[in-house]
């Protein structure tokens, strides 16, 4: 990439400058009776996370792909903070000499930047900066960096109206997954397909990683539990791109009506199934790290119970516990607090009693253990399980199953079959093998 994606050098000591600120399976993958055969994690795995391949080019990284797509045409953008182009090799001279740096920047500023007119922005979950808790309203509102309105898509304005899409002749995509099927991106992309097919507008998606696209494990969503954290029929980790997973809402006529949203992906390069990747920005405020998004899986199911997952602390979804644990069987420690993207933590300013999962190795497949000892270890009361686990689990099944003192082993069993099903199908829209 040359100097030329610039409009002038003014400009790059000015994205530069902006950027410091802003910087404070596939066909071989296998259902497996003997969960000892399930395929391991081939990356090299760190204290803080997994390695990056930095052969991978991003989506977003191909302007060459997707400018001319939007060139003289009315956009609108599904972003937040973690929708950045890497503008790579950049060179400029100081005290006489030539430097190279990497310059990173939101892919609303780079558009812009481009002279792309961008009408609206639309934001999911968390909002558009990613600065809001779970479960949070976001409102709408300008965005005070470009000026550009905001359409929060989280809240009752789930799906944009007839009237908010007005005008946007093509609309992108560009959000970081983590492939679990109750984190709500995925959820925002199929109301966006919905609309855009409903009102004519193709949509165009910048795919980025699967950070837990190398295994699909857990139960079916059944369709009487559909909700916003689970609107289709897949397992809890679904092993898909933002990209593949768009091809598969599209095959499978999940749309309102059976309709197709007109859909183009803009691909990665170098990128497979079972290529390690690191996050560069955090996906949500309270995934901060590597550790925490191997582990959201498996235990964002303490959402659905009286225990907390780490909400208030610096260790989300990297530890467990609550006050009434035994402190004889659990002896780590943590007391939640107030923070950003937990401002109403559960156990807030109460000291709980727990595990610590942080040196805990790379999960390929999801963990209940841990879920099943905290029940037992609470004396496996009848209000252990509130109804939001349910709507996590997508079926009363596993609920059932923990209550009657299944293993791990054995409730797992009893999704093989489905999980076989499942992946045939999946193959069908896999992008990357």
């Known amino acids: 990439m040359t100097l030329t994606v610039f409009k002038n050098t003014q400009f790059l000591w000015l994205a530069f400058t902006i950027l ?53 045409k009315k956009v609108g953008v599904v972003a937040n903070q973690s929708s950045i182009v890497s503008l790579h090799s950049i060179s400029h001279y100081e005290n006489g000499f030539e430097e190279t740096i990497d310059l990173k920047l939101h892919l609303v500023d780079y558009l812009k930047n481009q002279d792309i007119n961008i009408q609206k922005v639309f934001a999911p979950e968390h909002g558009f900066r990613g600065k809001a808790d779970a479960g949070e309203l976001v409102k709408d509102g300008i965005d005070t960096k470009t000026g550009l309105p905001i359409i929060s898509l989280y809240g009752k304005n789930k799906k944009p109206s007839k009237e908010q899409l007005k005008e946007i002749e093509i609309m992108v995509f560009d959000i970081q997954d983590v492939g679990a099927r109750f984190y709500t991106y995925i959820s925002t992309l199929h109301y966006m397909m919905e609309a855009c097919a409903e009102n004519n507008i193709p949509l165009l998606i910048l795919d980025r990683p699967n950070p837990n696209g190398h295994y699909i494990d857990g139960p079916i969503l059944e369709t009487q539990h559909k909700s916003f954290i689970g609107m289709h029929p897949v397992p809890v980790v679904h092993g898909m791109t933002i990209g593949e997973y768009a091809q598969m809402i599209n095959g499978q006529k999940w749309l309102k009506n059976g309709a197709t949203c007109d859909l183009t992906v803009i691909k990665m390069k170098n990128y497979t199934h079972q290529t390690s990747y690191s996050l560069p920005v955090k996906p949500s405020p309270n995934l901060p790290n590597d550790v925490a998004i191997n582990l959201y899986p498996s235990l964002c199911f303490f959402e659905g119970t009286p225990l907390s ?65 905290a029940y037992v270890s609470t004396g496996k009361k009848k209000g252990f399980f509130t109804p939001f686990f349910t709507k996590l689990a997508g079926t009363t099944k596993l609920q059932e199953q923990i209550e009657q003192g299944f293993t791990y082993r054995e409730i797992r069993k009893t999704w093989l079959k489905d999980l076989e099903e499942y992946d045939r199908m999946r193959q069908k829209y896999l992008i990357y093998k």
């Open 20 to 72: 410091t600120c802003f910087s404070c399976g596939s066909q071989n993958e296998k259902i497996n009776n003997n969960e000892e055969d399930i395929p391991k994690h081939t990356s090299t795995t760190l204290s803080t996370g997994v390695r990056n391949d930095k052969n991978i080019v991003m989506g977003a990284n191909q302007y060459e792909a997707y400018l001319p797509l939007l060139e003289g």
């Open 309 to 373: 997952a780490g909400r208030g602390t610096e260790m989300q979804f990297q530890v467990f516990g609550a006050p009434n644990l035994p402190s004889e069987q659990y002896d780590f420690t943590f007391t939640p607090q107030s923070n950003e993207g937990a401002k109403y933590p559960k156990f807030k300013n109460q000291l709980c009693y727990g595990k610590d999962l942080r040196n805990n190795k790379h999960l390929d497949k999801l963990n209940l253990e841990w879920l099943i000892e």
